[in-house]
């Protein structure tokens, strides 16, 4: 594995970094999150034009043929732009998920659906009352001649007012696992927004015996589990690089406030108290980055990843926290302010510790892919 960037990521970082820096400045990001659906979707559609959204998937359906390094290489430029947008559940989770299930031609559509137009598909997994996304649902599925319905009522489901269709994990009525795709205005869906701490769109819906269309029940029993563990894996993965790119922004604020807010006629940054903070933001980040890299390379070579996917979370829940605590520590008063930019990041990077499995889930994760 080559921990370097080669041509091509190194071409996606910089192409990218000039298109957020020209397309989405701090007021913007505030605009987007202000809003009601939590999405630019002027600037999403510029994101799947220039192929942000596609890059992942097979270049038989449009896609750009690359790999999961790849895409994270674009995540931690969002991150570091503290941008908003569905690439994790879409580019992570759903592509993911729809290309390891059986195919059929409503995945097929479903895949070349994401990668010529840039469509919102959006995981649907977490019950209102669930341990994580992995568990048990208590949303059932009812098969009966007339069709098949849906009924009950998933949480923190991202981007679900902007999304086309919603993938649903729920249970038969002998117990079954299964996941369905859904359209997000059929008839019986409604949606509430969640007041969420990082400040992404998430929402609560209902499902009051919802009717699933023809070819909409994608995967059952292990197969639909096994397609659920590889697109949480991959949206983890991608999730993570999208933090390492927020602690980049607190990194540079957290400098140039160290480098010009002065204290006893010396910059603060002379001081070891505060250069000893930067330090070690700098390095927890790019061990953060090194296991991403590692985690998506081992991912891309088909290997099983459990356990690199489950260390690399818990080991960025740990120290991404206290890179949030120095970054407000180094800034003071002024970092805790909503009109200072600072928040934009810390906010993201701790809701992202508490999401995509927190630090007790993955340990256990890794201790299973142990063996212990």
Request: hydrophobic share 45%.
């Amino acid at each position: 594995m080559d921990l370097m960037l080669n041509d091509t990521q190194e071409m996606i970082r910089d192409g990218a970094r000039r298109f957020l820096a020209d397309s989405l400045d701090a007021d913007t990001v505030r605009e987007v999150e202000a809003s009601s659906d939590g999405v630019n979707s002027e600037i999403w559609a510029q994101m799947a034009e220039l192929g942000w959204t596609a890059l992942a998937l097979p270049s038989d359906i449009g896609g750009g043929g690359a790999g999961l390094a790849d895409l994270c290489v674009l995540a931690e430029e969002l991150g570091r732009a503290a941008a908003s947008t569905p690439l994790v559940a879409t580019a992570g989770f759903a592509a993911t998920f729809l290309g390891a299930v059986e195919p059929t031609a409503v995945t097929r559509d479903m895949l070349s659906t994401l990668a010529t137009s840039g469509a919102v598909i959006t995981p649907a997994l977490l019950d209102a009352a669930g341990r994580d996304e992995r568990s048990a649902s208590s949303t059932v599925l009812t098969e009966t001649g007339a069709g098949a319905t849906i009924f009950g009522a998933k949480a923190m489901v991202p981007y679900a007012s902007a999304a086309q269709a919603l993938l649903v994990s729920l249970t038969t009525p002998d117990g079954e696992s299964a996941v369905v795709a859904v359209d997000r205005d059929a008839a019986g869906v409604e949606w509430t927004r969640h007041r969420a701490t990082g400040g992404d769109p998430l929402f609560h819906v209902e499902f009051y015996n919802v009717p699933v269309f023809a070819g909409g029940v994608l995967a059952r029993g292990r197969a639909a589990e096994r397609a659920i563990d590889a697109g949480l894996d991959a949206a983890t993965v991608l999730a993570t690089a999208e933090a390492v790119g927020c602690c980049e922004g607190m990194i540079r604020l957290a400098s140039e406030h160290a480098s010009s807010r002065q204290q006893f006629g010396k910059v603060i940054g002379s001081y070891q108290a505060v250069s000893h903070r930067l330090a070690d933001m700098r390095i927890n980040t790019d061990a953060c980055r090194l296991l991403v890299a590692e985690s998506a390379w081992m991912l891309d070579q088909g290997h099983d990843a459990t356990l690199e996917v489950a260390g690399t979370k818990v080991f960025a829940n740990e120290v991404i926290v206290d890179m949030v605590h120095a970054a407000h520590t180094v800034h003071g008063a002024i970092g805790y302010t909503t009109e200072y930019d600072l928040q934009l990041y810390t906010r993201r990077a701790r809701a992202f510790c508490l999401s995509h499995g927190d630090t007790d889930t993955q340990t256990e994760r890794a201790a299973v892919a142990l063996g212990l």
